[in-house]
């Protein structure tokens, strides 16, 4: 949900920069002159190096939505205000070096940059704007030898001010709606969660294990914000919900299932994705629920998806529910060895796994023994402490 705000915040910020900032040079250096002051020989802009601008702004377009095709809203921010910066800072030494006193540059877009500060609720991205555009003024005012430039600075600094105390008072309620959102969803998760537990004693705190290990694995890879690795925990976590239509005899059967078994068995990660679909939070990890028994090779279940076919995070989720089936006792065998287990993810490389993955999984694995060992399997422990720490 977060991702998504920030992804339609900054598509309107920059819809709206451009307009600005082409709208407020045509209008000051075009109509300006002309229609207000009345003196249309200095219609258009300072220099030929003004252009320089526009040439940099419209390169910056296929960067931006390359940028946010990759899901970098943040970096997309960072690119964008640096190249502004320094491109502005360029041609105003350019075009008026030796004639600081004729000095007129600078944009109202700034004002919108920092009036736009508290919208991010990050103060890297405040001190870069904010800090930014003062030192672009200052190193302009001491090359041109210009002391009209305090003006700017000055403005500059005080709206710095305001922005920053409005950043704070917005980062103080986003964190306590997002701490009041965690802990009601906490609270539906551990509630799930017992109901599959009494269901079926011989898995309990297999959802919490699998979203441990895999949760450590998603870490190494370093794919993953803080934000998104909660909600890749919570559906780790909710990853065998479908279970909960499963009839008792079939789910704990002791003996081998029957086709007609297997095939119920087989219904779970759809009908567990389809219950959950809508929940804010976790629906952008869906793919967890329905894809985590799909196989590399293709013939995993429900969708017989092969290869790269199948989510990244749902293949993640593969490794560590497999890894903590083995290592679990079940109603039909008894756990086994930790190093018996790893020996058969290495076995299942290309085929029923990510050789990718499984690559990651040799470096984790001292982790997960670890965790393993600690484990307090008699009695339960706090969901998301992985994630706080």
């Avoid at 229609?35 to 200095?42: A, D, L």
């Avoid at 030494?93 to 004729?102: A, S, W």
């Avoid at 701490?179 to 537990?197: C, M, P, R």
């Avoid at 869906?286 to 090779?297: F, K, L, Q």
Wanted: charged residues 20%; aromatic residues 14%.
């Amino acid at each position: 949900m977060i991702p998504n705000q920030e992804q339609r915040t900054v598509k309107w910020f920059l819809i709206c920069f451009y307009f600005i900032l082409i709208g407020y040079d045509f209008f000051y250096y075009y109509l300006l002159p002309e229609f207000v002051t009345h003196e249309p020989s200095h219609v258009g802009v300072p220099s030929v190096f003004w252009y320089f601008n526009y040439v940099v702004l419209l390169i910056l377009i296929p960067i931006m939505y390359y940028l946010s095709k990759m899901n970098k809203q943040s970096m997309m921010k960072f690119v964008f205000i640096t190249s502004y910066l320094v491109t502005a800072f360029t041609v105003d030494i350019l075009t008026y070096h030796g004639r600081g006193d004729d000095y007129r540059s600078g944009n109202v877009v700034e004002i919108f940059l920092m009036l736009t500060l508290p919208l991010f609720l990050s103060k890297r991205y405040f001190w870069l704007v904010s800090l930014g555009i003062i030192l672009k003024y200052t190193l302009t005012s001491i090359i041109l030898k210009s002391t009209i430039l305090i003006v700017p600075i000055i403005l500059i600094v005080i709206l710095s001010i305001v922005s920053f105390l409005l950043l704070v008072r917005f980062q103080g309620y986003v964190k306590a709606i997002s701490t009041s959102y965690d802990n009601q969803l906490q609270g539906i998760v551990k509630g799930v969660i017992a109901t599959l537990e009494l269901k079926d004693p011989y898995t309990r705190g297999h959802s919490e294990r699998v979203a441990s290990y895999a949760l450590l694995l998603v870490q190494e890879l370093g794919i993953l914000s803080k934000e998104e690795q909660k909600s890749f925990y919570y559906a780790c976590l909710l990853h065998d919900i479908g279970k909960v239509h499963i009839p008792d005899q079939i789910l704990m059967k002791p003996g081998k299932l029957t086709k007609d078994e297997f095939e119920i068995i087989r219904s779970h990660p759809g009908v567990g994705a389809e219950a959950v679909q809508n929940v804010e939070g976790i629906k952008d990890c869906i793919c967890v629920i329905r894809s985590h028994h799909e196989r590399w090779d293709g013939k995993g279940y429900p969708d017989q998806l092969k290869g790269n076919e199948i989510p990244l995070l749902a293949r993640v989720a593969s490794v560590a529910d497999a890894f903590d089936a083995m290592t679990s006792s079940r109603s039909y065998r008894e756990a086994m060895p930790v190093e018996e287990a790893y020996q058969r993810i290495i076995e299942g490389n290309g085929s029923q796994f990510d050789p990718m993955l499984v690559a990651v999984f040799k470096k984790v694995f001292p982790a997960w023994v670890e965790f393993h060992k600690k484990y307090p399997w008699s009695k339960k422990r706090e969901i998301l402490k992985e994630v706080d720490q």
